[in-house]
């Protein structure tokens, strides 16, 4: 039976550290607040001429979860790349990628699944190694948020908790008992404005958004809007509902985790589910604390890290988890 087994694994974050005491110049919070409430100490922002976008960050952590799988950029049948913000509104960032590495004509697939997009994207990974049709994928989750910010006391309770960065897995084709086993994968589009970057848009496109704003300078619907708590509500139960449905579809309970990777949303959010699963602090990995919220990113910088770490041992039944725009959720659980 073929599965599909990782490789590589590979990160890159930029350079420039922005704590909390930073954003206290730019609007009222307080490193107080973000730490009680999120957990984050720090993230990273790209900066002007450090030449870092979605595309470029993606690139990186791809080289070097190639290097790190002992590949080349043409030993790629494919790639899936998840983000929530692309370079462009088209095309998606996965071409740009294969531009960058020099790759092959291979097909380039941008998943469009925010918080939970590297999650879809392994499972689709997954599905076309089983098959049979690709052995090597490459799977990028990148996010440059930051320049999408309302960096202002108006933006604040979206604003303190997203940062940038990028992380990249290839997964290959194996026959042994290993591997990605089962996967769970859900929405909920009733909720699709509770957090959502509206504008511009084809129903409101660039120019006549520009002129709308003008008028209505006030307007903020070209910054993401998130209700919050709203969001936190859901967040806790969707992310145990995911983790339990794929443990169950393997015939395995929480006691059989070795390793939960958490999208890292918030830290009180992953210390809930946590909580729950019964689970202790060594079985769940936390880096919000250095990065913030990256999104679609967000699982591949911690699950590279706790493989860097030696978290990670041959055997070891890791969880990848997510929530988040859509709504959208879901798991995915391999056998290291
Ligand atoms: O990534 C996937 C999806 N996202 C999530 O899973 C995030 C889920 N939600 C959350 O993590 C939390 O709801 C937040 C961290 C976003 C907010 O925490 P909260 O405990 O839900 O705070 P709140 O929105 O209820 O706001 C509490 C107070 C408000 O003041 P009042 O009305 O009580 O006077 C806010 O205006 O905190 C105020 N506030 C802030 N104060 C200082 C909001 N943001 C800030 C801030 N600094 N940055």
Request: charged share 20%; hydrophobic share 40%; aromatic share 10%.
């Amino acid at each position: 039976m073929l599965r599909s087994k990782v490789a590589g694994l590979g990160k890159y974050v930029p350079e420039r550290v922005v704590t909390n005491e930073e954003l206290t110049r730019y609007m009222d919070t307080s490193d107080e607040w973000i730490r009680e409430r999120t957990g984050i100490r720090e993230r990273r922002w790209v900066e002007p001429g450090d030449g870092n976008t979605t595309a470029t960050m993606g690139a990186k952590a791809a080289r070097q979860a190639l290097e790190r799988a002992g590949m080349e950029p043409a030993d790629i049948d494919f790639i899936v790349f998840a983000t929530l913000s692309p370079d462009y509104i088209f095309p998606g960032s996965g071409v740009l990628v294969q531009k960058l590495l020099d790759m092959p004509t291979v097909g380039a697939l941008d998943v469009r699944n925010q918080c939970s997009g590297f999650v879809y994207a392994t499972a689709v990974a997954d599905q076309f190694i089983r098959t049979g049709m690709y052995k090597n994928v490459l799977v990028i989750g990148s996010e440059v948020q930051s320049t999408g910010l309302d960096v202002s006391t108006r933006g604040r309770a979206v604003s303190v908790i997203f940062g940038d960065g990028a992380g990249a897995m290839v997964l290959t084709a194996t026959d042994e008992d290993r591997g990605f086993l089962a996967h769970s994968l859900h929405s909920e589009g009733k909720y699709a404005e509770e957090l959502i970057v509206k504008y511009p848009s084809s129903n409101f496109p660039s120019q006549k958004y520009f002129e709308h704003l003008q008028q209505n300078p006030d307007d903020t619907s070209h910054f993401p809007y998130m209700n919050g708590n709203f969001v936190f509500k859901h967040a806790v139960i969707r992310f145990q509902e995911a983790i339990m449905e794929v443990l169950q579809q393997a015939g395995l309970t929480p006691a059989d985790i070795d390793l939960l990777v958490p999208h890292q949303a918030n830290l009180r959010i992953s210390q809930f589910v946590q909580k729950q699963l019964g689970l202790r602090d060594d079985q769940v990995v936390n880096n919000i604390q250095k990065y913030g919220n990256t999104t679609a990113a967000s699982i591949p910088i911690a699950l590279t890290e706790a493989w860097e770490e030696g978290r990670i041992k041959d055997g070891d039944h890791v969880v990848l988890a997510a929530f988040g725009s859509g709504f959208t959720w879901g798991a995915n659980l391999l056998k290291w």
